[in-house]
Each structure stands twice: as C-alpha cells, then as structure tokens.
C-alpha cells in the first residue's frame, strides 16, 4: 500500500533554523502526501511529536524517509527499535515503514552531479588573500560558574530534549542565574538510554531532565541552593 504520509528526517546538527525551514518549505511542497521534516538533533520537536501529529491528522501508512547522503550508518541501525518503541508506546495500529537513503538511487545521484555543473556559475570564488580562522568575539572565555552541556543528540532529541534548552534558558533567567551560567549545546554524550540529558561542571554531576518541572527544580535545587538531585543524578565524575 502506498504511504499516506511521509515523515523527512534529516540528520543535521549545524543546520541553521533559516536553512532547515526553507528545506522543510521545499520537500513539503514537493511532496504529494502530508509530510514533516525534522531534525534529529537540535531544538526543535522531535519525530515522536511529528508522528504524533501525522497520526492524528489521520494518517495509517507512514514511511520515515532519512535526508542526506549517506545518512548516519549508527542512526538508521538504531532507528527502527526507536519507531518501533514509539508505535508501541502510542498504540498505533497503522504501518509505518522506514526507508533507506538515497545513496543506491542513481537518478539521485545524477541529478546532484548534473546541479553542481549546472550552478557552478554561483559558487563563491575563494580568495587566499582572505585567509582568517579567528572571528570577532572569540578570544574570551565568558564569565561563569555553572557550565551546562545540553545534550541535543538525536537519541535525546527523540525523547524530546529538542526544546528543553529554551526551557532552561527561560527558567535560568525567571530564577536570576543566567548570568552566572554558560550553556553549550552538544553533540552526543554517551549515555542516550538516560537521556535528555545535561552535564553541570564544575560539580562534575550529570542529569537527566524529562520536562520543564524537571528542569525548573535543578535550576532552584542545584544552581541556586547548591544541593544535588539524587533521584536525577545518572553519573558523577570522580574528583
Ligand atoms: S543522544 Fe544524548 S547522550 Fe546520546
């Protein structure tokens, strides 16, 4: 039976927000059935909330379509327990399907080779008198006490991490330690069955944090009242 929807997943930790909606405006426009794209690491919903809604909206067949060529070798091992789990965790009784990537597809592939020629006109013409790896603003380590390390990997973001960074953000300043605070988001930490998942330095104590009441208790527990949160902490770094 042929998809009624098709959910896009790209695998793209720099995408720039502009980029990623001028992407998702293009594919849904292409394609002929209701779609979502997202992304598997960052700050937005995750594919859990993109099912939600194509299921609500009714859909029965999905296909899960991974962009980008190739597509991460570890993420399409992991992804189908991930779909599975949740299908099973939402009762879904519909058939939802995960595709390969495009990378056997040699009409795709032509089609890339014949764009590179074809706009080659508008590629930007390195200049080596031009040479800089410095950038404005990057000399300084800012000011700081707290060092958060916000887990925005796609095995996280699948359990929905994605806007927990603006969580925080908010909650820091709502609590008044924004500026005692210097949040990175990053990569993959390791840990993804316990995720979402945060790192707190100098304390060397790693969290994880589910939702926003999550997050607002570590914020007054932890950073203002200098306590730890047992029933949060999944690792300690030995001193
Ligand atoms: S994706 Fe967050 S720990 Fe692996």
Known sequence: MAPDAILFLVSQPYLKGRRLKALQAALTRACPVPCAVVRMEGREAGPMTALDTLA???????LVQPVGIPFSDSLFAWLPG??????????????????????????????????????AAEAVTIDPDQGAIDGAG?????????????????????????????????ELTRQGVARECLVATTGCLFPCNNGPVMAH???????RLRDADD??????????????????LIHEVSQ
């Open 215 to 232: 997050v607002a208790r570590f914020v007054s527990t932890v950073l203002k009242n200098g306590q730890t949160l047992p029933e949060f």
């Open 201 to 207: 330095y100098p304390a060397g104590n790693w969290y």
């Open 138 to 170: 990057w000399d300084e380590v800012p000011e700081h006490r707290h060092h958060l390390l916000v887990c925005t990997g796609p095995r996280c973001n699948f359990r929905e991490s994605g806007p927990l960074k603006a969580v925080l953000a908010e």
């Open 82 to 119: 991930a779909l599975a789990h949740w299908q099973r965790e939402r009762g879904f009784e519909g058939e939802l399907a995960l595709a390969a990537d495009q990378i056997g597809d040699e009409a795709v592939l032509a089609a890339i080779a014949r764009s590179s020629l074809d706009r």
């Open 56 to 62: 609500g909206e009714g859909a029965r067949n999905i």
